[in-house]
């Protein structure tokens, strides 16, 4: 994903620099349930990029707690690289 066009322009990065801080602040301040807004704006595909990135790229403890608990649960199988890493991540 770094070396996709998605990033070719810092994309990718200034994605997980926004959303990374938010995931935290949220967990450290017992506001999870306040993360739903963000799970909503989030597109298919950009709920994918944040779930692979943050487990298998940066393993973001944050993310994982979150993801664990079902933030972006209802991510399509298209939208994962295989259909059975829904049973990996979730």
């Known amino acids: 994903m770094q070396t996709s066009k998605f990033n070719s322009d810092g994309q990718y990065d200034d994605f ?3 959303i990374y ?8 301040h017992g ?8 799970e909503g704006t989030l597109s298919k595909g950009g709920k994918a990029v944040l779930i692979y ?8 403890e944050s993310a994982i707690n979150l993801y ?12 994962l690289i ?3 890493h829904r049973n990996l991540i979730f």
Do not use: H, T, V, W
Not at 53 to 60: E, F, P, R, V
């Open 16 to 18: 997980l620099r926004m």
């Open 21 to 28: 801080p938010l995931i935290k602040i949220s967990g450290k």
């Open 31 to 38: 506001l999870e349930n306040k993360l739903k807004y963000l």
């Open 53 to 60: 990135s943050a487990i298998l790229i940066d393993k973001n």
């Open 68 to 79: 664990k608990q079902g933030f972006c649960k209802n991510i399509p199988d298209g939208n």
């Open 82 to 84: 295989s259909p059975d």
